[in-house]
Nanobody
Framework: QVQLVESGGGLVQAGGSLRLSCAASGRTFSSNAMGWFRQAAGKEREFVSS????????IYADSVKGRFTISRDHAKNTVYLQMDGLKPEDTAVYYC?????????????????????WGQGTQVTVSS
């Protein structure tokens, strides 16, 4: 059974940092793009960041660019999201996702429908 399990969420003051982890089990995603999305209360889920299979290509939502960093560790089958300079508007449930699409070596995606597997989410709350 394939599972993505997020961890690392919590309550932090504005300006603080958190590092989210997404550990995959049941299969390896070392050849696949991975992504992070988030959903704030009362809002639709939105794209945060994506990373290609080897970590050489990354994309970010404009709202997090320069503050968040996505990375991955193939040996641990884990993807990370380092979040610095957190703002109250970053408060949301954060989800990681794995794509099964082969779009070339540099494939990354902000499109939710291009991800086949999703984690259960981890809550991030940023206080002002």
């Amino acid at each position: 059974q394939v599972q993505l399990v997020e961890s690392g969420g919590g309550l932090v003051q504005a300006g603080g940092s958190l590092r989210l982890s997404c550990a995959a089990s049941g299969r390896t995603f070392s050849s696949n793009a991975m992504g992070w999305f988030r959903q704030a209360a009362g809002k639709e889920r939105e794209f945060v960041s994506s990373i290609n299979w080897n970590g050489g290509y990354t994309i970010y939502a404009d709202s997090v660019k320069g503050r968040f960093t996505i990375s991955r560790d193939h040996a641990k089958n884990t993807v990370y999201l380092q979040m610095d300079g957190l703002k109250p508007e970053d408060t949301a449930v954060y989800y990681c996702a794995a794509s099964l699409i082969y779009g070339g070596a540099s494939f990354v995606s902000a499109a939710q429908d291009e991800y086949a597997y999703w984690g259960q989410g981890t809550q991030v709350t940023v206080s002002s």
